[in-house]
């Protein structure tokens, strides 16, 4: 038969089914499914290319489109279909797609990225894009229906309530969740893409001069934080770093600390032998039935750096300019300069890959200048000494050419 008004109304549903499929015989895959609620719709059923399975999608209500509108409508999805789509593959994308919120999307992300992720960098990731006010109004979103202006504006809230560095952090982590789910095809564009970038403060230059660095190290307490402060003016090393090492790191007996891969922020094992004055810091430690040397926890290192640090600013007293703790590596780099230390040997003591260690200069001259730099940490230490203790350093400052 063909569908018309009279025909679709005489339809009745066959003696034992409770659902049924009435095909039109002029247009091949257009149908009325008959059920047994009485309820008739127009269905257009077609075979996706290189399919063996049918597949059907619902036009409508028989009450709703007349049987002219209804082969309208099958007609231009069969043309679709003809052109290689697969309109109810499509739709089902797109439900599934809108089904995966932004929040749900960010934990699988979270998940995976955990283990690549150093633990500092994933604790900042998931505070920014689930902690916090920050991307809270998208958690409901389908991920891929975060448009430019949704993202934009939520950056300039953070800026505004937050500041400009925490809307630099947070925007470099919902990009990089948005690379991380266009590779998954979650969606097709990274949103962010195009937004203003907050200006970023610039680099500080702050170094502490040698009456302040014998200021600070003067007002460290005998506790962690005074002991990993010190540890810091002697080694030039990251916060992090010496506030996470382990028992199991340390060979006191050769005088050496092995920084793991994991725990650098350059993913590079890093030995930094210990001047006698480090060593005797860290035989200071009170030995505790866990491995981290600082902190209360067993499972992590020294966390309390707000609380140290007030204390410590109690201490000083307003008797050094304000500073960051980050400003003492780049004293010592500073001041080994001023004793005479090359630069290279410097930047192999902090482990910092730059300069002669990138590019053709780091691909062939792979050394790590082990004695340079084992000499270098003794005579910085001897040097911070002399000046806390208030003599002479013997340390002979190289000339600078002009």
């Given amino acids: 038969m063909r569908f018309d008004a009279k025909t679709v109304a005489g339809l009745t549903l066959p003696a034992g089914k409770d659902d049924h499929l009435e095909f039109d015989d002029e247009l091949a895959g257009f149908a009325v499914r008959l059920r047994a609620s009485g309820?008739?719709?127009?269905i257009a059923q077609y075979r996706p290319s290189g399919s063996r399975r049918t597949r059907r999608v619902t036009l409508g209500a028989v009450e709703k489109l007349t049987p002219v509108e209804a082969r309208a409508a099958a007609r231009k999805l069969f043309a679709r279909v003809a052109l290689g789509h697969d309109p109810q593959g499509e739709r089902e994308a797109e439900r599934a797609r809108s089904a995966r919120t932004f929040r749900s999307a960010v934990e699988v992300y979270l998940a995976a990225k955990q283990g690549e992720l150093r633990p500092a960098s994933y604790r900042i990731r998931k505070l920014y894009l689930l902690g916090g006010p920050y991307f809270r109004p998208l958690h409901p979103i389908g991920v891929g229906d975060i448009t430019h202006p949704d993202v934009a504006a939520r950056l300039s809230a953070i800026a505004r309530g937050h500041g400009t560095q925490t809307a630099v952090a947070a925007r470099k982590a919902i990009s990089a969740a948005f690379r991380w789910f266009m590779e998954e095809g979650w969606t097709t564009a990274n949103p962010v893409i195009g937004t203003r970038k907050p200006a970023e403060a610039e680099s500080r230059e702050h170094v502490l001069n040698n009456a302040e660095l014998v200021q600070v190290w003067n007002a460290c307490g005998d506790d962690d934080f005074g002991r990993i402060?010190?540890?810091?003016?002697?080694?030039?090393?990251?916060?992090?770093?010496?506030?996470?090492?382990?028992?199991n790191e340390l060979d006191l007996d050769v005088g050496a600390w092995t920084l793991?891969?994991?725990?650098?922020?350059?993913?590079?094992?890093?030995?930094?032998?210990?001047?006698?004055?480090?060593?005797?810091?860290?035989?200071?430690?009170?030995?505790?039935?866990?491995?981290?040397?600082?902190?209360?926890?067993?499972?992590?290192?020294?966390?309390?750096?707000?609380?140290?640090?007030?204390?410590?600013?109690?201490?000083?007293?307003?008797?050094?300019?304000?500073?960051?703790?980050?400003?003492?590596?780049?004293t010592v780099a500073t001041r080994m300069a001023d004793i005479g230390i090359e630069p290279h040997v410097i930047e192999a003591a902090l482990n910092h890959f730059s300069g002669h260690r990138r590019g053709v200069a780091g691909v062939y001259n792979r050394s790590s200048y082990d004695r340079a730099v084992k000499a270098a940490l003794a005579r910085w230490s001897e040097h911070v000494l002399a000046l806390v203790a208030g003599r002479d350093s013997k340390i002979v400052p190289l000339p600078r050419v002009s």
């Fill in 39 to 42: 309820r008739k719709v127009w």
């Fill in 229 to 247: 402060i010190r540890l810091l003016i002697l080694l030039g090393s990251r916060r992090a770093e010496v506030g996470g090492m382990c028992w």
């Fill in 260 to 330: 793991p891969a994991e725990r650098s922020k350059n993913h590079r094992q890093h030995v930094v032998a210990l001047p006698p004055a480090a060593i005797e810091i860290i035989k200071s430690v009170p030995q505790r039935a866990r491995d981290p040397l600082f902190g209360d926890r067993a499972d992590k290192g020294f966390t309390s750096w707000s609380r140290g640090r007030q204390d410590l600013d109690r201490r000083l007293a307003g008797r050094v300019r304000p500073w960051r703790i980050h400003d003492i590596r780049r």
